[in-house]
Nanobody, 121 residues
Framework: VQLQASGGGLVQPGGSLRLSCTASGSIRSVTAMGWYRQAPGKQRELVAAFTTDGSTNYADSVKGRFTISRDNAKNAIYLQMNMLKPEDTAVYYC????????????????WGQGTLVTVSS
């Protein structure tokens, strides 16, 4: 089982990026995926995530600028980031609350590798 995040890069302030995260492997289902980020010298924080009932949570700092979406058929989530600011610079991580394998083995609080987003002129 793997969570693969992609789409990071260098962007100017005011620009946009779209992150993608796909769960791969022998997967039966993935529950409550989301995005977190960690800036240098800071703790990891929630950016946007789906809850177990399908609703969404956003950090106040990204509301109105970021949008999380998903494709259940692909076990994937996306993060559209608009009006990026230098303070959005961080490593962005994908997380799944639960991954159920076809073998019925469950993984909880599963993290993927990060993708670096740098907002700078």
């Amino acid at each position: 089982v793997q969570l693969q995040a992609s789409g990071g890069g260098l962007v100017q302030p005011g620009g946009s990026l779209r992150l993608s995260c796909t769960a791969s492997g022998s997967i039966r289902s993935v529950t409550a995926m989301g995005w977190y980020r960690q800036a240098p010298g800071k703790q990891r924080e929630l950016v946007a995530a789906f809850t177990t009932d399908g609703s969404t949570n956003y950090a106040d700092s990204v509301k109105g600028r970021f949008t999380i979406s998903r494709d259940n058929a692909k076990n994937a989530i996306y993060l559209q980031m608009n009006m990026l600011k230098p303070e959005d610079t961080a490593v962005y991580y994908c997380n799944a609350n639960r991954i159920l394998e076809t073998s019925w083995r469950s993984w909880y609080d599963y993290w993927g590798q990060g993708t670096l987003v740098t907002v700078s002129s």
